[in-house]
């Protein structure tokens, strides 16, 4: 089974400057989550899909980033503008079901950064 | 928010030794999980322990949680260097995960 597929793996931009993140979850997930990971610090959640609905970006700073999963499969995140600490590692991660996350399958992230 | 605390947040051992991580955190839970996470990659999946579980074990991995103090720890036996890594704990609340700081783990040969 393929896991979750993140790309670029690495991104290094001018602040100001935007930026697209792409991620396709393990195959027939129905939830998909992205993270930002800040450096020393854990996972922390910017957004979650049931499907192609939002079901929850309460963290997610709405001014400058944007989240979509159009057909409920991949999903993009984009930064515009990026500012310096937005550099972090961007984490996308999938489960099967809606319900509670048992176990979120986590792809390899992209480590951006903003100079 | 972050939600859980671990303790500590480095710990450098030698192969062979146990290694002990613990967490704590503020709020009642569903569940309690543990993630790892090499360098540069993505985070991996250890073992969930549910609110009315007490101790599970899984390989030469063991996690106990006690909902009274609010904490769990995660015992790693006869440690390698492949488990060189940095170890999360993280809490379900309302259907989303919240991760904890990180304990940075490092197995010397």
């Known amino acids: 089974e393929a896991g979750v597929a993140q790309s670029p793996r690495y991104k290094i931009i001018e602040k100001r400057q935007s930026v697209a993140f792409w991620c396709n979850p393990i195959?027939?997930?129905?939830?998909l989550y992205w993270y930002q990971q800040i450096l020393g610090q854990g996972p922390k959640l910017l957004i979650q899909?049931?499907?192609?609905?939002?079901?929850?970006d309460s963290q997610l700073p709405k001014d400058r980033f944007s989240a979509e999963r159009l057909k409920g499969v991949d999903s993009t995140l984009k930064i515009q503008p990026a500012k310096l600490e937005d550099s972090a590692v961007y984490l996308c991660?999938?489960?099967?079901?809606?319900?509670?996350?048992?176990?979120?399958?986590f792809g390899p992230g992209t480590r951006l950064t903003v100079l | 928010s972050q939600q859980g605390e671990e303790d500590p947040q480095a710990l450098s051992i030698q192969e062979g030794e146990n290694a002990t991580m613990n967490c704590s955190y503020k709020?009642?839970?569903?569940?309690l999980q543990w993630y790892r996470q090499n360098s540069g990659r993505g985070l991996v999946h250890l073992i969930l322990?549910?609110?009315?579980?007490r101790e599970k074990h899984s390989g030469r991995l063991r996690v106990t949680l006690d909902t009274s103090k609010k904490s769990s720890s995660l015992l790693i036996t006869a440690s390698r260097a492949a488990d060189t890594a940095s170890y999360f704990c993280?809490?379900?609340?309302?259907?989303?995960?919240?991760f904890g700081q990180g304990t940075e783990l490092s197995v010397k040969p």
């Open positions: 991660a999938s489960t099967p079901s809606g319900g509670a996350p048992d176990t979120q399958y």
């Open positions: 195959s027939g997930h129905a939830t």
């Open positions: 899909f049931q499907n192609n609905g939002v079901v929850d």
């Open positions: 709020t009642s839970i569903n569940n």
């Open positions: 322990i549910r609110s009315n579980e």
């Open positions: 993280a809490t379900e609340q309302g259907g989303k995960l919240i």
